[in-house]
């Protein structure tokens, strides 16, 4: 158990709906990850949070977006779905701000569904 | 932008034989490489990652990887496998400035 804790575990939505993801960090991390892991383009960094801020950006598509809170827990927002957003989507958490260096704890991930 | 290639997508070992996993990168800036495992239905977990200092990083569960930067390079190694090593194997590799990017993984089946 990494301590990093997603919701829901499994999510079946339909094409043009909008879902949010939850993801809570280790506690004392700062950093928030989130990635997209589907069968065609394998695992994807989207998007990192620090203490609040936005810090790095990956293959975010702009129908996509992420926040994270003041007590630290992250969610991560699909709109417009489409079946191709279909994936396991992930959350790593950190303790600091540089995750080039810095140690990723993962959590068990939200599968996404798009019917 | 950095690529990283792990060119063995299915790796069938028997239990305890050796096994390598490969991976290379594209680019030869300075960079930071890692190793990730990933066991049916959980998330990724560390194995190891090389920063700087010594080519030969060992991990946990008996794993280790050289860096070679002259062949862009970061292969896994293990001298004995067991079957709790079944898994999927992710190759990492970032850069200053936090981007992250992943190969596109290979499972590797230890075999009774």
């Known amino acids: 158990d990494s301590g990093v804790t997603q919701t829901p575990k499994h999510l079946i939505t339909a094409t043009g709906q909008r879902v949010t993801l939850r993801c809570s960090p280790r506690s004392g991390d700062l950093s928030v990850y989130w990635y997209q892991q589907s069968l065609d383009q394998g695992l994807q960094f989207l998007i990192q949070?620090?203490?609040?801020?936005?810090?790095a950006k990956g293959n975010i598509l702009e129908r996509f977006s992420a926040q994270q809170f003041p007590d630290l827990h992250s969610e991560l927002n699909l709109s417009s779905l489409e079946l191709g957003d279909s994936a396991l989507y992930f959350c790593?958490?950190?303790?600091?701000?540089?995750?080039?260096?810095?140690?990723?704890?993962f959590g068990p991930g939200t599968r996404l569904t798009v019917l | 932008a950095q690529s990283v290639t792990q060119l063995d997508s299915q790796v069938p070992v028997f239990e305890e034989a050796p096994v390598e996993l490969r991976c290379n990168y594209s680019s030869s800036v300075s960079v930071y490489l890692f190793w990730y495992v990933q066991y049916p239905n959980q998330g990724l977990q560390l194995l190891l990652k090389y920063l700087s200092g010594s080519t030969l990083v060992k991990g946990i569960n008996g794993f280790e990887a050289e860096f070679n930067k002259s062949q862009t390079s970061f292969h896994l190694r293990k001298p004995s496998v067991h079957i709790s090593d079944t898994a999927e194997y992710f190759c990492?590799?970032?850069?200053?400035?936090?981007?992250?990017?992943f190969g596109t993984g290979t499972s590797l089946t230890v075999i009774p």
């Open positions: 990492a590799v970032s850069e200053a400035g936090n981007q992250f990017y």
């Open positions: 949070y620090y203490n609040g801020e936005e810090r």
């Open positions: 790593a958490s950190s303790v600091l701000a540089g995750a080039s260096t810095d140690t990723q704890y």
